[in-house]
């Protein structure tokens, strides 16, 4: 089958690997010059499926409250922004943050993840990509005695989900990963997750296209798509300007940018742009190895190779991708005083995650026939890239998913 994938972050270039090892003749298109040019270029690295729950959840609204109108919060909405589908993109966030719908989500999030991990494990057995790629665990640290004793209930009921977390002490978490040392009378302790990893995304993203390219993918790039035709309720075709891309099927994979092009097609898609910035440092002698998450401050460190990753915040203020200089300075801040020798010559970035009200990505056929979703991956696109281009590519192909499909299309909603 003819096939046109729009988007070559991870899930976009994830989603042309596969339809092209199926055997189908696949075209990428992209507005950027080369594949993970946005939200998948600098993010936190980690491969954290054993930490998927969603961001939706009952503890939120009032963590929420408390950082509200606080600029140097993890989480930045501004009140005074008036967008109505961003409000109402929040209404639906809150009718998830019952214990209820947590569950649910937990479920659904967890099943897109582990699977996507089972396949990235089984992948890197095959393949040797060059990625930075560590796959020695997750260590998620703790200061505050109350926030650690949920995390262990919490460790409790994700061991029902078939996850070994492994609850240890702050002398553990120094044992585990030395750079700590200096923090250690501020931690309350740590959950160790040994089977997730961590890597560069945008490399990632790079090799994969490279290796479909030799599959036969055409990549066609700084082509901006302005628009998505159908004829009657079926997919038609792809506009570029002046340019018409024909097929018989399409994936829309733009992360933020697909509710725009998916809205003159009469098609709501609950995706909202949630700016997380990062930090990437040259590591110096006192950057830590393992990959990390800070659960305080909201931040995760991930160790690329001789540069150390930090990423965090999130900011709900629409499509800007500028960089308030004043919140990526107290990522440096928050890391330098956890390992004062860190590292140097900061690079700043920022990226739109592309966030559903439930915290579970979009994927699957649309009401018009040919049109298929790969996208709300949200905070978790790297954790799920691989297994999300492999569950569309087997959808499309009419082929049973490995995964059941049950509530992970954009008839939940
Ligand atoms: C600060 C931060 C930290 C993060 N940390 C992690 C982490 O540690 N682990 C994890 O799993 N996830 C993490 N994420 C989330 C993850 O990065 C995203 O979920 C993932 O990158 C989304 O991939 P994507 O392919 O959907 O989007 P993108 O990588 O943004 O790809 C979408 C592509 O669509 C193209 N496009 C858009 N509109 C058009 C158009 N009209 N025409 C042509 N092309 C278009 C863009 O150019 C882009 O290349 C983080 C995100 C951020 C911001």
């Known amino acids: 089958m003819r096939v046109i994938v729009l988007g070559a972050g991870i899930i976009g270039t994830s989603t042309a690997y596969w339809l092209a090892r199926d055997g189908h003749e696949v075209t990428v298109i992209d507005r950027q010059p080369a594949p993970g040019q946005e939200t998948s270029f600098a993010n936190g690295g980690q491969i954290s499926a054993s930490h998927a729950e969603p961001w939706a959840n009952p503890a939120t609204p009032w963590k929420a409250l408390k950082w509200l109108g606080r600029e140097d919060s993890p989480l930045l909405w501004r009140l005074t922004r008036y967008d109505p589908a961003l409000w ?14 947590t569950r649910l989500n937990t479920g659904r999030t ?9 396949l990235l494990k089984a992948f890197n057995q095959d393949n040797v990509l060059d990625y930075d790629r560590r796959a020695d665990g997750i260590l998620h640290f703790y200061r505050d005695a109350r926030e650690f004793d949920h995390a262990c209930q919490a460790a409790e009921i994700m061991k029902r989900f ?9 002398k553990g978490c120094v044992d585990r990963e030395p750079a700590l040392a200096a923090a250690q009378p501020r931690l309350a302790g740590g959950i160790f997750t040994a089977e997730d990893e961590s890597g560069d995304a945008c ?31 079926k997919f038609k075709a792809v506009r570029v300007g002046q340019e018409s891309f024909m097929a018989e099927a399409c994936v829309l994979a733009c992360a933020c940018f697909s509710p725009a092009l998916l809205k003159p097609l009469g098609l709501n898609l609950p995706v ?10 040259t590591a110096g002698d006192g950057a830590p190895h393992l990959s990390l998450t800070d659960d305080e ?77 790969n996208t709300g991956h949200g905070t978790l696109g790297w954790t799920m890239g691989l297994g999300s281009g492999r569950y569309v590519a087997d959808i499309l192909g009419g082929k049973p998913p490995d995964i059941d499909p049950e509530g992970l299309g954009l008839d939940r909603f």
């Open 110 to 118: 967890l099943r897109v993840a582990l699977y996507s991990r089972r």
């Open 297 to 373: 401050h909201k931040l995760v460190f991930s160790r690329l190779g001789d540069r150390l990753r930090i990423a965090g915040t999130a900011e709900f203020t629409g499509l800007d991708m500028s960089m308030n200089q004043a919140r990526a300075d107290i990522i440096l801040r928050k890391t330098q005083d956890l390992f004062p020798k860190a590292g140097s010559d900061p690079e700043f970035w920022t990226g739109l995650r592309p966030v559903t009200p439930d915290s579970v990505p979009i994927m699957g056929e649309t009401p018009i026939r040919g049109l298929y979703l």
């Open 203 to 233: 490399k990632f993203t790079q090799a994969l296209a490279a290796m479909a390219k030799g599959l036969g993918v055409r990549f066609l790039f700084e082509k901006s798509v302005d628009a998505i035709e159908c004829q009657g309720s």
């Open 162 to 170: 078939g996850l070994k977390r492994i609850v240890t002490d702050a």
């Open 88 to 101: 109402a993109w929040g209404l639906r966030f809150l009718a998830n943050c019952t214990s209820e719908r």
């Open 272 to 281: 909202v742009p949630a700016k997380g910035y990062s930090v990437t440092l």
